[in-house]
């Protein structure tokens, strides 16, 4: 009894025993660790050396205060999860936009390559019809030269035998006339006309040129990309140093890839956008170099504190977005190199990026001259004038910057018909529709890469069936829905770099203003390129970043060509008809037109962009007058259209708004 040891002594005996064990040094099993080394964060016994000089903690302090670090740790690797789950979301997203990109290249490879086995099939079908009816005339008009012979040759041997038969007969009066009568048929065939020579050939040749065939057929198609990353590409150039109020100014983009090596191709997919913080939009035009570096060219009218951002595929590129100071000639000295650069590539004629067919605030007509007499906006008698009782055109406007309906991020193309105004929201990704009286009904559009969606919509325009025709800039097609918004076919695919503007003309073929490739696209609206014309550079037949196109009644093609800063008519074949306009402010002077319609007496009105003023001609080309804007003042018009009721519509990027202005009264 004496040796049973208590329950309260044995509780005892085992917590100093777990205290002994837990706290035992790690190099010396057997001693305790007292101390905590705080350099080398690890705990010490008696028998631990290294550490004479070192100072020291209580053992329990260093142990909370390693636990208090791991805490730390803890919260820091938390506060790092969101990004981590953000870049997981953004990851998967691309994942799934590229395989979204791979199953519309997978449908229009299939449909391309089933549209031409269906060609081939047709070629093949006309010509075994065209073999059969060939051989078909032929064939008849040497079987009927067969049969007359045959026949010829068939009474030549009866009247042989006759005759034959008849000598061999006994001579008398009862066979005489018998015999009279095969002398005369003798005679007959003696003169008769044999044709022996054919009336027709055995020829059927075919020829089939493959080989130059079989060569397209082996260059059928490319797949393009490249391997270009945002956070390796950088910026460089004197646009991101010196800005000059009204001067080009220009930016170097060198795409890399992720390991920061220089990329070699183009056709990576940028946005550029000069904004101030306001959020007003400066516009601007990328051109792709196609070696992997693009040039951003852009023009500030104004001084003051911008921003410019530069993105790739939506993502800022390294050290973006950038601060710009944008100064006055006269406080700027602009040398003659940077002179020369920037008016150089001014004149490369880029192609539009995000930033296509934004913002700029220029002097309206209406402000320098507000109660004058002005032009008709009749144009009935084009060259009457009268002194116009209201101080402004505007009937009503309708839009503020947002992503809800009936606000803006950036609006471009403008379409009236059948009293529905469509608005092309090119940053929201959508058309927008309200009524010729400004209500809003309905808005379509997702955004995104496959077919049926839109990734930067600029140009709009309703075909007579009722089908909307949209440019995608970004996209490079053109999409086509129905009026009500379903999704039913694109065009283009394939041809167009960058389109622009969309109309149609009196045959109901779709007129595509390509602004990337300098080109005027018409095609069927099954797809169907009817033909092209046009190409980069200052001539009478050339653009540099052409916008917006409208068709007069004679059915040609009136093209805004904004670097020329002048407007261009054409016929359907692209042979030039009349070009008016050159850089200014003066009347009938353009600062980067962009959108354009005609009337019903064919008079042009067009969106003088740059200088923020709507402008309106004759047939002819010749200046007629100005839109009144004095009130409110446009800032960077874009996309214009005439109402059903004979009023101008207009895209006031600017304002973040579009305006309904009086003008056929």
């Known amino acids: 009894m004496d040796a049973q040891q208590s329950p309260d002594s044995s509780s005892d005996e085992c917590t100093v025993l777990e205290a002994v064990s837990k706290n035992s040094c790690p190099l010396h099993p057997s001693k305790v660790c007292e101390r905590f080394c705080q350099p080398c964060r690890c705990p010490l016994c008696e028998d631990c050396e290294g550490h004479g000089d070192h100072p020291f903690l209580e053992l329990d302090q260093g142990l909370d205060q390693t636990r208090d670090q791991l805490q730390e740790g803890l919260h820091a690797l938390q506060s790092r999860r969101p990004q981590v789950s953000e870049a997981l979301a953004q990851v998967r997203e691309i994942l799934q936009q590229l395989t979204n990109q791979r199953a519309a290249m997978e449908e229009d490879i299939q449909s391309a390559f089933e549209d031409l ?50 000598a061999a007969a006994e001579a008398s009066v009862s066979t005489l ?30 020829i089939l040129e493959t080989e130059a065939l079989r060569k397209s057929i082996h260059n059928l198609g490319t797949i393009v990309t490249t391997s270009a990353v945002a956070s390796q590409s950088e910026a460089m150039g004197v646009g991101l140093e010196q800005c000059v109020v009204g001067h080009p100014a220009c930016v170097t983009i ?40 693009y ?15 530069l993105r790739l595929y939506d993502h800022h590129i390294k050290g973006s977005p950038f601060k710009l100071s944008v100064r006055k000639a006269s406080e700027v000295e602009v040398s003659p190199s940077t002179t020369t650069a920037t008016n150089s590539a ?10 296509d067919g934004t913002k700029r605030r220029g002097k309206s007509p209406g402000q320098k001259k507000k109660g004058s007499k002005r032009a008709s906006s009749a144009l009935g008698t084009p060259r009457r004038k009268h002194q116009n009782p209201i101080e402004d055109d505007l009937i009503f406007k309708i839009g503020t910057k947002g992503r809800n309906k009936g606000e803006f991020t950036n609006l471009q193309g403008v379409a009236s018909s059948n009293d529905r105004i469509l608005i092309a929201d090119s940053n929201n990704q959508c058309i927008q529709i309200f009524s010729s009286t400004g209500e809003f009904q309905s808005r379509f559009g997702v955004r995104g890469r496959s077919p049926g969606q839109m990734q930067r919509p600029t140009g709009v325009a309703v075909h007579p069936s009722g089908d909307i025709i949209i440019a995608d800039y970004d996209n490079k097609w053109v999409s086509i ?7 039913k076919a694109k065009l283009g695919s394939g041809r167009l770099m960058g389109p622009k503007g969309v109309a149609v003309d009196h045959n109901g073929h779709v007129i595509v203003v ?59 074949e692209g042979e030039l008809v009349l070009k008016f306009g050159s850089n200014g402010e003066g009347n009938g002077q353009f ?52 109402t059903s009721d004979g009023h101008v519509v207009v895209a006031d990027s600017g304002n973040h708004c579009f305006k309904v202005y009086r003008y056929l009264q």
């Open 295 to 309: 040039e951003f060219v852009y023009t500030v009218p104004k001084e003051g504190d911008f921003s410019l951002a």
């Open 346 to 355: 001014a004149n490369a004629t880029p192609s539009t990026g995000s930033s």
């Open 514 to 572: 390509d602004n990337k490739s300098c080109t005027v696209f018409i095609f069927q609206i099954s797809g169907k390129l009817v033909s092209k014309f046009g190409s980069r550079g200052t001539g009478d037949k050339q653009f540099a970043g052409p916008h917006f196109a409208a068709v007069n009644k004679n059915n040609e093609i009136i093209v805004t060509d904004f670097h020329n800063h002048s407007v261009k008519v054409f016929t359907l």
């Open 117 to 166: 086995h269906r060609q081939l099939d047709v070629r093949k079908s006309v010509l075994l019809m065209e073999l059969e009816v060939t051989h078909g005339l032929k064939h008849k008009v040497l079987e009927a030269q067969l049969q007359s012979l045959a026949a010829c040759e068939e009474d030549m041997c009866g009247l042989s035998a006759a005759v034959e038969e008849a």
């Open 481 to 487: 829905f129905s009026g009500d918004g379903k999704y």
């Open 591 to 642: 600062n980067a037109p962009t959108g354009v319609s005609v009337d019903q007496n064919g008079n042009i009105i067009v969106a003088d962009w740059g200088n923020s003023r709507i402008q309106v001609f004759d047939g002819s080309g010749s200046f007629l007058s100005y839109i009144n804007t004095s009130a409110d003042p446009l800032y960077g018009p874009q996309g214009l259209a005439l």
């Open 177 to 206: 006339s018998e015999e009279q009568e095969l002398g005369h048929k003798l005679e007959k065939f003696t003169h008769l006309t044999i044709r022996s020579d054919l009336e027709e050939n055995d020829q059927l040749d075919l």
């Open 254 to 293: 060198v795409t890399r890839d992720k390991s920061g090596g220089a990329c070699k191709n183009g056709n990576a997919i940028l946005s550029a956008e000069v904004f101030t913080p306001d959020g007003s939009i400066v516009d601007g035009e990328i051109m792709d170099h196609k070696n992997g570096t």
